[in-house]
């Protein structure tokens, strides 16, 4: 067994399973259910802010200028992820040996951090410029919105499907 073998996928999610908050999550008879009405309050959240935002930057809503919009929505979706994370950590944690395996959570996994990286990077490009989106938004950040709606919408719709997988 090589020295770093006990970082593999593998081996965490089955310590993470075997921990006492794996055994917790498990045992406990309100720990799971309270976890998932957390990712659910996460997810309604976020993706409700992130849509009407991502809708506002694709040129709906044009009554409603960007920047207030933006500043208006974003501390909500933020507080969206900051539920869903460690929510989401919870109940992995009650079955991650086989989740780990599980396709579905695989893809989320990557829509979220796609989701993550897109909203940094619009940050960072297009924060600035925000003001000039009220009139005429750049086909770039157009296109940045849209992945953004795609990645949430398909994180979401994942999510909902492996707890009925």
Known sequence: MGSLDWLSPTTLAAALEASALGAWMRGSGWAYPVANLLHLLG????????????????????????????????????????????????????????????????????????????????????????????SRAPAPGRLQAALSALCWLAAGTLGRLIAYG
Do not use: C, E, H
């Open 43 to 134: 997810l309604v959240l976020l993706i409700g802010p992130m849509l009407l935002l991502d809708l506002r930057l694709l040129g709906a809503g044009r009554q409603f200028r960007v920047p207030a919009v933006s500043a208006t929505l974003t501390p909500w979706a933020v507080a969206g992820l900051l539920l869903l994370l460690p929510s989401g950590a919870m109940m992995f944690a009650a079955d991650a040996g086989p989740l780990l395996d599980n396709s579905l959570l695989q893809i989320k996994l990557l829509l979220i951090a796609t989701g993550i990286a897109n909203a940094l990077v619009f940050r960072w490009l297009w924060s600035a410029s925000l003001d000039d989106w009220d």
